[in-house]
């Protein structure tokens, strides 16, 4: 029997999976452990002008495959109006078949705005104009569409040197029921390289009130924000890491790397992975500290267009999978913490899919009494959050891991429709052990596949990330 694109079994292929998604899934609240939204556009409750704004802005996701269409930039991050970005998205859609924007569209489309027609060019205005005209009434707002998609945490991306004031009004607010707690990215202490260090060393000691002339210095600011970061309901770090390499190294070695970097003299490779083994080292000992999670995103090539870089900045789009081998670096950084009694709950990511099987193995070797799956291998990131890459993530821990204390899905996005997501993954993850069910692979036990369908959509993430 032909199925109807986006029907309510969407994606799911056998009874057993329809049932595990109606009984334990749909209902789910959502826990999104990492995501990039903006704490002030939540405390100031933000609407928005029209649906490009919504939907558009800030998204390279959709600009990547507006330029592959072949769209002019100034329909994508230019100077068109509104409804002209809208319009070139809307004639960028009907060619996104196989890709995951193409069923994130229209799930958006229709679990928030109730709309059921595909967006092309034909249907493009008056799709604009029924979401716009929705889009001026309270139900739209920032934190109504949190609580539409029955969020219940929200782990933001924060520098540390952020001053969390809009984390501080949100926790004051008794009429706001999400958790919206920050996150510590220090990607400014750890790219000694960029031509921004300097400039940030400044803020972390104005914001520190120390001064940071050596190593020491560095680490003892930065602990201070930790702390700062803790009293604010930070109970998590998250890293960019483009290869994951790491060297022991001793402190005086440092300080003279260090002291290099302040001068602006130009440090060699293996002084850098130097410099970041180090501090990488000191920060996940303060994390093990107040028991934190450790998230480690692991393979992106950042800005690989420098003409666009000049043009329109950093994160627009321009990054790509990165190729290097991070097994024999992440397993002695792990390591080194764990001879020290000082591995916190750690989180991989993986941008290229060949690492899976590195990291899918790589969570078996380190554990702690009373904590279920120490070492996670989150989900498909970024290039691999679509069908493929999610069923080949969770197949790969499967086989060789425990699927059943999987931390399950996260948005990644700066987006507040992007709560689709988490439906889209819950679907596969009911088709994928409903399916196996259906053919003998597990237990017809509906009662456990239930259970460990919650616990990977919901509860594991809850305990993980919210554990004292």
Known sequence: MKKKFLDVDFLLDSNTAKQLYENA?????????????????????????????????????????????GVDEKYITGDASDWEKFKAWAETVPYLIG??????????????????????????????????EMLKTAQYSARALIEKSNVTFIGTTDD????????????????????????????????????????????????????????????????????????????ASDHDIPKMDYVSTTKEEIDIIFEKGLKGIQLSEDELICYRSFLLKELGKMYAEKQWVMQLHIGAM????????????????????????????????????????????TVLYNLNPKDNAVLAGMVGNYSEKGVSGKIQFGSGWWFNDHIDGMERQMKDLANVGMLSHFIGMLTDSRSFLSYARHDYFRRIICNIIGNWAENGLVPHDMELLEEIIRNIGFHNAERYFLVR
């Open 302 to 345: 950042r800005n690989t267009n420098t003409k666009m870089k000049k043009l329109i900045g950093t994160d627009t789009g321009f990054d790509s999978v990165g190729e290097a081998n991070h097994a024999h670096g992440l397993a002695a950084f792990l390591d080194s913490l764990d001879m020290e009694d000082a591995l916190p709950r």
């Open 25 to 69: 899934a749909s209902s789910l609240p959502i826990f999104d452990f990492h995501c990039h939204l903006d704490p002030q556009e939540v405390w100031e409750n933000k609407t928005y002008e029209n649906l490009t704004a919504l939907w558009l802005g800030g998204d390279h996701y959709k600009w990547r495959v507006m330029r592959i269409h």
């Open 160 to 235: 540390p040197v952020s001053p969390l004031q809009y984390h501080q009004l949100l926790t004051k607010d008794e009429s706001f029921k999400t958790i919206i707690a920050p996150t510590f990215r220090p990607d400014g202490a750890l790219f000694i390289e960029r031509p921004t260090f300097s400039e940030w060393l400044e803020k972390l000691a104005v914001v520190s009130g120390m001064q940071i002339h050596n190593i020491d210095g560095l680490v003892a600011a930065l602990k201070d924000r930790v702390d700062f970061f803790h009293e604010n309901g930070g109970r």
């Open 99 to 132: 890709n995951p924007l193409y069923h994130w569209t229209h799930m958006e489309l229709k679990m928030y705005f109730g709309i059921d027609k595909l967006l092309s060019p034909k249907t493009a205005q008056d799709i604009y104009e029924q979401c716009n």
